[in-house]
């Protein structure tokens, strides 16, 4: 984003809801604003900016993101029960983005006092209700996340993806179509 006004608004937007998810818990000692996303490519893109979006408006962050490119719940929670190294790691503590390969959900998790941790599901699946509840898969990501997070006053967010639009011709909106959706 190169409109300054819209990256204000986008970093109030952000801080908000952070806000709104920590609710009292204080930030470090230093009064930085710890955020880790668990995800895809949407949470890359979500994170990909807001370094330089929160320095602008003079907020220290550290950011991180655990990918793997089309990613569903099902998968973050297969790799947490078998601790697999399947994860991309982005962090963010100065302004560049550093990555480091083959890392778990554990490591993620544990590398810093995250102060908000957000979950996000793949978006061809985002509208099926199904994918959240089968074999109780949200639910036991959430404890696990809970159980392995290093700041207990850490609150957890939703990183909700956006629908597809109803021309796409992306193979997963007949999915969300054929499920009442779009």
């Known amino acids: 984003m190169t409109n300054r006004p819209l990256r204000i608004i986008f970093l109030l937007l952000v801080l908000f809801t952070w806000a709104a998810c920590v609710s009292g818990a204080p930030l470090d000692p230093a009064g930085t604003l710890k955020i880790l996303a668990i995800g895809n490519s949407f949470s890359q893109d979500a994170m990909e900016h807001l370094y330089h979006i929160a320095a602008d408006a003079g907020v220290d962050v550290v950011l991180g993101y655990l990918y793997i490119g089309g990613s569903n719940l099902a998968q973050h929670w297969r790799n947490a029960q078998y601790d697999l190294p399947n994860y991309q790691y982005y962090k963010n503590t100065d302004g560049s983005w550093r990555v480091q390969g083959g890392r778990t959900l554990l490591y993620g998790l544990q590398d810093e006092d995250w102060d908000l941790i957000t979950l996000q599901q793949v978006s061809g699946l985002s509208g099926i209700a199904s994918s959240y509840t089968e074999n109780g898969v949200l639910d036991h990501l959430i404890d696990y996340v809970n159980t392995h997070k290093t700041n207990p ?18 193979a997963a909106f007949a999915r969300a179509v054929g499920a009442g959706f779009g």
Not at 158 to 169: E, F, K, L, P, R
């Open 153 to 170: 006053a850490a609150k957890l967010g939703w990183h909700m993806t956006w629908a597809y639009q109803s021309d796409s011709t992306h």
